[in-house]
């Protein structure tokens, strides 16, 4: 059960043999990760523990039940500081262990090795720096059962190293990622990270396990409850190599949960996998990478946004056309769990105010996102400049997410009357074209139907305006997305299901039907959602490119579509730029029915 603020005592998941008068963290639970807790051991009876102080905040103990009988564990961590073997430095903030190589003044060379077992190293690590680095190290070091709090700078850091094994290792406190490695074949399993801070006037993010630069890491069953910016800031792995190698790891408590960025990834396809992500602020996952991308096995509960999907392709930008898919597969998506309190877990971490312009977007009123519509595009975000999820889309990239053996559950209304959560939900800051999201075998369980698609509106013009003269000379036209329910399973329609936003606003009344074409008898209108769900109805996207290297210096009429009684102007493809730049050539893009 949940341990309220007050209280004394905890029950722990497994027997431990730990002393009187040590000290424990207990890990944050909520959005905030400064709500881990330090407390004195005083009495310890198998499962039960009792302290000498009272908790401060509120720490939740139990497990989110799924329908199919699976339960997601969302319990606090708990961690062991005290130790029998000590290293503390004299003076805070001043100590190091170095391991690396050297050579004597007769040119004789040394190679160093560490290897460590249950020892508590505490007050290490000058500010930017690690409490134990390691340099050039290829012998096998490792560290086993220790920990290592309260560091004025980080608390592992490898470079140019390789098979370096952390295992069972408790890192509290740092200022500075928990664990940075970088090299070859390093080896994390069961490490807890709790609390890594943002080092003050450092630009990049924080990660509390930072592993994005190895060549063939190992991560099994990692903790981080709790990080000021990123939790797991991975590589990922190649799609087509074989074998585990990465499963059980849990991210929470952070702004994200899992991290991929420019110049992480592979050149073809990158696999990410095995991870519990919830409770972040921001994002469960958050990749912008320029390859395709495999998401497999994934548990993803209670984030602002579950997976903000963007791949590029900087061939775009010399108009060759470059083709990429995401696939999410074999994971569950909860947008609000039954461990969530309406009260408490409304707040603000403490590292929100100075990230206030990277919030990630939501319902027009609140609630959480299960999946923002994937970006193809030739270029990530330009972090910092502009927040992560503002992306300059072109029309270069072919894409298509597709979602295979996937359940969405738990989308609500979260809280109050006007909160709701929301499966699938437009980037407001993303408007160039929307590639296609396919479905195959995928519930959305005890889903109502206005919470499982939200399409943003995109005005016509500043003052709201919407005759045709004004549309002739516009860029950018209405919204146009499609996802398709190629088996029914998601939607409960007759396949295949066809579900696209309403289009036809800006047309002038006299057009007797406009928008993207429909049957009536198949089609109907949800206006909560801005959209048509359309039976027995196959959609495409369709993307026509301009080849009048002239097009620019001219006035030139939209591009229309009439299929049957129905007629539909092409929207621009290009966005976030001066109206249809020249560097990019002219594309319009709509869903017609194949």
């Known amino acids: 059960s949940d341990i309220a603020p007050g209280n004394e005592r905890i029950w722990v998941e497994d027997e431990v043999d730990w002393s009187p008068d040590g000290n424990i963290v207990i890990s944050s639970s909520s959005y905030d990760a400064h709500q881990a807790e330090v407390v004195t051991l005083k009495e310890i009876n198998g499962r039960s523990i009792r302290f000498q102080e009272r908790l401060l905040h509120r720490h939740i103990g139990r497990s989110h039940s799924i329908e199919d009988g699976r339960r997601v564990p969302l319990a606090a961590e708990v961690g062991l500081l005290t130790r029998n073997i000590q290293i503390k430095s004299d003076t805070a903030c001043s100590g190091r262990l170095l391991v690396g190589r050297f050579r004597n003044t007769s040119g004789t060379e040394f190679a160093g090795d560490l290897r460590l077992s249950n020892i508590e190293i505490l007050n290490f690590g000058p500010s930017q720096l690690p409490a ?7 012998l096998g070091s490792s560290i086993i059962s220790s920990s290592i709090h309260h560091s004025c700078g980080g608390g592992i850091q490898a470079v140019t190293s390789s098979g370096i094994s952390l295992r069972d290792n408790v890192v509290f406190n740092t200022v500075g990622p928990g664990i940075d490695l970088e090299g070859q074949t390093h080896s994390l399993i069961r490490n807890l990270i709790i609390l890594s801070k943002q080092p003050e006037g450092l630009a990049n993010w924080v990660a509390g396990i930072k592993v994005n630069k190895i060549e063939g890491s190992y991560l099994l069953g990692n903790v981080v409850a709790g990080s000021e910016r990123i939790a797991f800031h991975i590589r990922g792995r190649e799609c087509l190599l074989a074998g585990e190698y990465c499963a059980e790891n849990v991210a929470h408590s952070s702004l994200h949960g899992v991290h991929l960025y420019r110049g992480d990834g592979f050149h073809n396809c990158t696999k990410i996998t095995g991870f519990l992500s919830y409770k972040n602020y921001d994002y469960g996952v958050m990749f912008q990478l320029e390859s395709s991308v495999v ?6 509960v209670d984030n602002s946004v579950g997976v903000l999907p963007v791949v590029y392709s900087p061939s775009a930008k010399q108009h060759r056309l470059g083709k990429k898919y995401i696939e999410l597969r074999n994971s569950v998506i909860i947008a609000t769990s039954s461990t969530f309190d309406c009260i408490k877990d409304r707040i603000l971490p403490l590292s929100a105010n100075s990230t206030s312009r990277d919030r990630a977007p939501h319902y027009p009123q609140r609630g959480r996102i299960g999946i923002l519509w994937p970006s193809f595009t030739s270029e990530p975000s330009q972090w910092p400049d502009n927040p992560w999820h503002k992306i300059r889309n072109y029309p270069g990239v072919s894409g298509i997410m597709k979602l295979q053996e996937v359940t969405f559950t738990g989308f609500t209304r979260s809280c109050y009357s006007d909160d709701r959560d929301v499966c699938i939900m437009s980037n407001p800051d993303s408007m160039g074209i929307m590639y296609p999201i ?3 075998m995928t519930r959305m369980s005890h889903v109502h139907e206005q919470n499982k698609f939200y399409f943003h509106k995109l ?3 500043i003052n709201g305006s919407k005759d ?7 860029c950018e036209g209405s919204r146009k997305a ?5 088996d029914g399973s998601a939607l409960g329609l007759q396949p295949p299901v066809s579900v696209f936003p309403k289009s036809e606003f800006e047309w002038t009344e006299s057009c007797l039907h406009a928008g993207i074409y429909r049957e009536d008898t198949k089609c109907i ?15 495409a996207l369709m993307i026509l490119e301009s080849l009048d290297t002239e097009a620019d210096r001219r006035r030139s009429s939209p591009v229309v579509s009439v299929t049957g009684s129905f007629v539909e102007a092409f929207s621009s493809g290009v966005s976030h730029v001066p109206c249809c730049p020249s560097e990019h050539p002219r594309a319009f893009y709509s869903v017609l029915p194949s």
Do not use: W
């Open 482 to 486: 499609l996802f398709k329910d190629l």
């Open 468 to 474: 045709f003269e004004y549309l002739d000379m516009r």
């Open 459 to 461: 005005e016509t013009s």
């Open 438 to 440: 396919t479905a195959e």
């Open 295 to 300: 998401m497999d096995n994934m548990m993803l």
């Open 132 to 138: 134990i680095g390691f340099s050039n190290v290829s």
């Open 525 to 539: 209108y949800k206006p909560s959602t801005q959209g048509y769900f359309c039976k027995d109805t196959d959609h």
